[in-house]
């Protein structure tokens, strides 16, 4: 009987003969995906610097008939008013190792579980993209920001377990981590993590490399 290791193996090489050369704009987008897991086509807009999405729209849409990206939209989605969000399939494993300079295989092997993604997690992803994108047109040049799947690999093993959602500098001298909390965990959870993090920093633990 076939592994699924095997499985995996065989599909990915199989992905290899199936690469097609993308634009540099694709690249770029795909980049942002891999960094924010996933992305709606206003948010994607607004980081190139993109006036009408329509245009995003296309792009992505032509991503998705590649295989690299998937869609995540249905009829609740018009209800609700909620944006189709787009994330990596594994076809795209092999574009980010050959593109990404430290790309997270451990970040890689979550592609697989995706389209089982809830919609809490979409959200805590999408608050992580607009705030980075806030910070961005504050701070412009000097701000560097890294998410979790940046930071998911042994590079930052230093850093506080579990990772925090991203982290950032501005004029790499102020350091900052993000937390993102939503009402579903409690305040004393919250709270608990709060004082993980500035533990971690009191210690002596904090460490830039």
Same mark, same amino acid.
């Given at each position: 009987?076939?592994?699924?290791?095997?499985?995996?193996?065989?599909?990915?090489?199989?992905?290899?003969?199936?690469?097609?050369?993308?634009?540099?704009?694709?690249? %770029?987008?795909?980049?942002?995906?891999?960094?924010?897991?996933?992305?709606?086509?206003?948010?994607?807009? %607004?980081?190139?610097?993109?006036?009408?999405?329509?245009?995003?729209?296309?792009?992505?849409?032509?991503?998705?008939?590649?295989?690299?990206?998937?869609?995540?939209?249905?009829?609740?989605?018009?209800?609700?008013?909620?944006?189709?969000?787009?994330?990596?399939?594994?076809?795209?494993?092999?574009?980010?190792?050959?593109?990404?300079?430290?790309?997270?295989?451990?970040?890689?092997?979550?592609?697989?579980?995706?389209?089982?993604?809830?919609?809490?997690?979409?959200? @805590?992803?999408?608050?992580?993209?607009?705030?980075?994108?806030?910070?961005?047109?504050?701070?412009?040049?000097?701000?560097?920001?890294?998410?979790?799947?940046?930071?998911?690999?042994?590079?930052?093993?230093?850093?506080?377990?579990?990772?925090?959602?991203?982290?950032?500098?501005?004029?790499?001298?102020?350091?900052?981590?993000?937390?993102?909390?939503?009402?579903?965990?409690?305040?004393?959870?919250?709270? @608990? @993590?709060?004082?993980?993090?500035?533990?971690?920093?009191?210690?002596?633990?904090?460490?830039?490399?």
């Amino acid at each position: 009987m076939e592994r699924r290791g095997e499985r995996r193996e065989r599909r990915e090489s199989r992905d290899k003969k199936q690469i097609r050369k993308l634009t540099s704009k694709q690249r %770029e987008v795909m980049k942002l995906v891999y960094q924010f897991r996933f992305a709606t086509s206003q948010l994607l807009a %607004e980081h190139v610097h993109q006036t009408h999405t329509q245009t995003m729209h296309a792009l992505l849409t032509t991503l998705v008939s590649y295989g690299y990206l998937a869609k995540r939209y249905d009829s609740s989605y018009r209800l609700a008013h909620r944006s189709a969000e787009y994330y990596a399939t594994p076809q795209a494993i092999h574009f980010f190792r050959t593109h990404i300079d430290g790309c997270s295989e451990r970040e890689l092997k979550q592609l697989y579980a995706r389209p089982a993604t809830s919609v809490r997690f979409i959200d @805590r992803s999408l608050a992580i993209f607009r705030l980075y994108l806030s910070l961005r047109h504050i701070y412009k040049d000097r701000l560097h920001f890294w998410t979790k799947p940046m930071l998911n690999t042994d590079t930052y093993d230093h850093f506080p377990t579990p990772l925090p959602d991203a982290h950032y500098t501005i004029d790499a001298t102020s350091h900052f981590f993000v937390e993102y909390f939503d009402s579903a965990v409690s305040v004393g959870i919250h709270g @608990r @993590r709060i004082s993980a993090l500035v533990y971690y920093d009191e210690s002596g633990d904090w460490n830039y490399k």
